[in-house]
């Protein structure tokens, strides 16, 4: 299986840049970042018209986590720069209200 290094992340905003969306692209998955960079005004050609403003940005993916990553965060700023990264949510805690903990130690 090969590993992926990078991720390229395609956003179309309004004018304004006061409502974006990700705009899906035919490939967005990378062996290097490098093929990512490469692939960037292809991509943006792909999606022209599918927004008044477009912007792409590669991620780059740690191979360590890249089964880990869930989320993809990303901002665009009112100035049309884009902040993004792949991001691993925090694991849940499942409790029970109803049952409050008992501190076994402390009872003797």
Not at 85 to 96: E, K, Q, R, Y
Request: aromatic share 4%; hydrophobic share 45%.
């Amino acid at each position: 299986m090969e590993h992926i290094a990078a991720l390229l992340l395609v956003i179309g905003c309004t004018n304004s840049m006061a409502e974006c969306r990700e705009l899906q692209v035919p490939v967005s998955v990378f062996a290097t970042a490098d093929e990512c960079i490469a692939e960037r005004p292809f991509a943006l050609s792909d999606v022209q018209g599918q927004a008044q403003h477009i912007i792409a940005k590669c991620l780059p993916v740690d191979p360590a986590l890249e089964d880990d990553y869930d989320q993809i965060v990303w901002n665009v700023r009112p100035d049309g720069s884009l902040d993004a990264s792949l991001a691993i949510s925090g694991p849940v805690m499942a409790s029970n209200a109803a049952r409050p903990e008992k501190d076994y130690l402390s009872q003797q």
